[in-house]
């Protein structure tokens, strides 16, 4: 754990995000998204295996208003949450948990 | 109540010169992983906020969940609020900070609202996302084998208009070493 930066004591290293700052949003264009997601969490205990649906539908609004670039959720996590394709040839079915 | 909002300049320096800001990516934070990796499922871990100012930014600051259940390799979504109360535009700028402190090299955040100017305009009120993940790392470390709670804290201060941060001009292969989690037991 030694580093230049260390301070003789432990100190906290921040890093910034891997993708960044979310651009604010001003406009509350997904805030119905984001109370959903809340709800969720009240309903469930907080538990953020039970909304995941409900955070990937957040993150599709911000990336459907210019609020996050764009990428496939599948990059961000939610590769369980995503419905198969209708044409289901090219369904990558990647090696789940055990 | 100048030399306050000058001292976050120094400070910010530093997090930058340690964290590599500028949006490239950072020794240890495969962005391959988030795509590939396994939620531990077994291993649940409660997430707790807080949030401050800096006595020179007049926000309103706050969590909108106290804590958050999360489990290892799992990504998750937190948000924060803030609004601005006064009748005049307030630049803020946020770090944050986490403990315990060797959980904090498994807490990676993918995007957030901190490192980079945010502007509220008058009582303007808004959402800030926090989302993250967990490394799944952190359920095979020793040293965390005890550690059930992480508690994750943002502080804004209030960043002058216009002022510039500048990026230090170093090399970020010099960063390399120092922020690979470490693995080894």
Redesign the interface.
């Known amino acids: ?1 030694s ?3 260390n301070f003789g004591s ?13 651009p ?3 406009f ?1 264009e ?2 119905s998204f ?1 109370e959903t ?2 709800k969720c ?1 009240r309903e469930n ?5 039970s909304c ?1 649906m409900q ?1 990937k539908d ?2 599709q609004c911000r990336m459907d208003h210019q609020l ?1 670039a764009k990428e496939p959720l ?6 369980n949450q995503m419905d198969p394709p209708p044409h289901s040839q090219t369904h990558t079915e ?1 090696q ?2 055990s | 109540m100048i030399g306050l909002s000058y001292a976050s300049v120094p400070l910010y320096r530093l997090y930058c010169q340690v964290s590599g800001l500028g949006g490239t990516a950072v020794a240890g934070h495969d962005s391959e992983q988030v795509e590939t990796m396994t939620p531990v499922k077994e291993r649940i871990i409660k997430v707790t906020f807080n949030a401050d100012t800096h006595a020179s930014i007049q926000w309103n600051f706050r969590p909108q969940q106290s804590e958050i259940y999360v489990v290892p390799g799992e990504t998750a979504l937190a948000f924060y609020r803030a609004k601005n109360p006064t009748d005049k535009p307030i630049i803020g700028i946020s770090t944050y900070n986490v403990v315990p402190f060797e959980a904090g090299q498994y807490f990676n955040k993918i995007q957030c609202f901190c490192f980079e100017e945010q502007r509220l305009n008058p009582q303007e009120e808004v959402d800030m996302p926090v989302f993250f993940y967990i490394d799944p790392d952190f359920d095979v470390d020793p040293r965390m084998a005890r550690v059930d709670t992480i508690t994750l804290s943002y502080t804004f201060f209030e960043a002058k208009g216009g002022q510039s941060l500048p990026l230090p001009g170093f090399s970020y292969s010099s960063l390399r070493t120092s922020d690979k989690p470490m693995t080894d037991p």
């Open positions: 754990m580093t230049a930066m432990k100190s906290f290293k921040p890093r910034a995000p891997d993708k960044g700052s979310f604010l949003d001003h509350g997904c805030k984001k997601f809340m969490l205990s907080f538990d953020n295996s995941r955070s957040y993150l996050m599948e990059k961000l996590g939610f590769k990647s789940s948990s």
